[in-house]
């Protein structure tokens, strides 16, 4: 009877000191290293805000990673090593909070391991924003759709974009040499996008509003041949961005990006 009870008593006291050493949940390393900064939930009164709430950060970082292992290699990667032309946060938010600080040697690899996947699973919007939103990101989708500039809409890449996703993906290996000539790529296209963009947009206003009023279709038609040209132009933007890209890239770093 005494050796089942000091066998007993040694089984709580080994219980006692393996709880008390335990390694702390992704939530506990959060609370002590995230939420000063990123508040789980978004409050009332935003002027309180040291930086972008946790549950806005996943809503960016799910839009742009469709699945769980890029998520999360991502918030490793950026954490660590955080860059604006990385960042997954909205234009505003970087305004206003600018491009959060390294963590390095505040939080360990392991540490931040485990706050990325406790985020990724439990951080999210409440029931009726995350509706709100989906709505809002299928209206957007559908306007961009419709507002496309480009005269092949669909079915070529967007590599800037898919490159910026995966920027320090280590499956991707980018080296810094070509880094420096793809972020040329990306200042050629972006620059080229932009000076065509705003003028395509304004003639496709424009040919709809006089096809609309019943005017002449030989005045219609002068702005549909202007607005072809343009769209041709900033259609050839985007190939030699995509032929670029991949000549910058290797064989087995353009398979990865496209999935093929």
């Not at 978004?42 to 996943?58: F, K, W, Y």
């Not at 963590?103 to 924003?129: A, C, D, F, H």
């Not at 496309?148 to 995966?166: A, R, V």
Request: glycine content about 4%.
């Amino acid at each position: 009877m005494k050796r089942n009870i000091l066998l007993s008593l040694l089984g709580l006291t080994a219980l006692s000191f393996s709880s008390l050493y335990a390694a702390p949940s992704g939530e506990v390393l959060f609370d002590a290293k995230c939420a000063v900064c990123h508040v789980k939930v978004r409050p009332n009164d935003i002027s309180t805000l040291v930086g972008p709430p946790a549950m806005g950060v996943m809503r960016h970082v799910k839009m742009q990673y469709s699945t769980k292992e890029d998520a999360l290699a991502f918030m490793q990667s950026y954490v660590m090593k955080p860059e604006r032309n990385k960042a997954v946060c909205s234009p505003q938010s970087i305004k206003r909070f600018g491009v959060m600080p390294s963590q390095k040697g505040v939080v360990t690899e392991e540490e931040l391991r485990l706050i990325n996947s406790w985020m990724y699973e439990n951080v999210m919007l409440p029931q009726s924003r995350q509706g709100q939103q989906q709505n809002k990101q299928c209206k957007q989708q559908k306007k961009s759709a419709k507002s496309s500039p480009f005269l092949i809409s669909s079915g070529l890449p967007h590599m800037t974009m898919m490159i910026k996703k995966n920027w320090d993906n280590p499956t991707l290996a980018l080296t810094s040499e070509q880094k420096d000539k793809l972020l040329m790529v990306r200042k050629t296209t972006i620059s080229g996008v932009k000076s065509l963009k705003p003028q395509i947009m304004q003639l496709e206003k424009q040919i709809k509003k006089m096809t609309m009023s019943g005017q002449a279709v030989t005045q219609i038609n002068s702005r549909v041949d202007a607005l072809a040209l343009l769209k041709a132009k900033i259609s050839k933007v985007h190939i030699n961005c995509i032929h670029e890209s991949k000549n910058i890239l290797t064989k087995e770093q353009v398979k990865f990006l496209l999935g093929r």
